[in-house]
């Protein structure tokens, strides 16, 4: 038993026709960091949010943030499937996401638009991921990355539409 928990995880080499695993898994691995970081940002403004749109922002942000939670999952599991390590500090989370902190407490409708510009920034990576994907044959990561990219896409619109009230 006690060998069973001296396992170090590492990479493999995984043969199912994908083309430059290395850089893949790098592109998954900066969107995960962005997924990550995002999933605290939209928690604390779930938690802090005040005002009249109270009620609805709380709801919007808790169920963005359990989509997003989620997701995490799905591409650090496919980066493990391209037989790569998923990113495992937050130093790295940290270092290559795009996502960044507001250094004041903004708005309710602050927040709204802080977290819109963060779900298009988001997008906008996945978008490259997909071009990626496709030029390296790989159609799994290109269906994962299209399907997040229409959730931030979905997302961003909403928050947008909210600040605008």
């Given amino acids: 038993m006690a060998e069973a928990l001296n396992v170090v995880p590492t990479s493999d080499r995984v043969e199912t026709g994908v083309r430059d695993v290395d850089g893949l ?5 900066d969107v995960l ?3 990550y970081r995002l999933v605290f940002k939209t928690h604390a403004y779930h938690w802090n949010v005040e005002g009249p749109l109270f009620y609805s922002l709380h709801n ?7 989509n997003l939670f989620e ?6 599991e496919r980066i493990r499937a391209l037989g790569k390590l998923a990113p495992m500090s937050m130093t790295d989370i940290m270092q290559n996401s795009v996502i960044e902190d507001k250094t004041d407490t ?12 963060d779900h298009s920034r ?3 990576r996945f978008h490259a991921l997909i ?16 399907a ?5 896409e979905k997302a961003a619109w909403m928050l947008r539409a909210i600040a605008k009230s």
């Fill in 106 to 117: 903004p708005t309710a409708g602050g927040m709204c638009e802080d977290l819109a510009e």
């Fill in 25 to 29: 898994a790098k592109g998954l691995a």
């Fill in 122 to 124: 988001i997008a906008h």
């Fill in 71 to 76: 997701a995490a999952d799905d591409l650090a």
């Fill in 60 to 66: 919007l942000t808790e169920e963005q943030y359990g």
């Fill in 131 to 146: 071009e990626l994907a496709a030029d390296r044959n790989d159609p799994v990561t290109e269906d994962l990355a299209t």
């Fill in 33 to 35: 960091s962005d997924t």
């Fill in 148 to 152: 997040r990219s229409a959730f931030h």
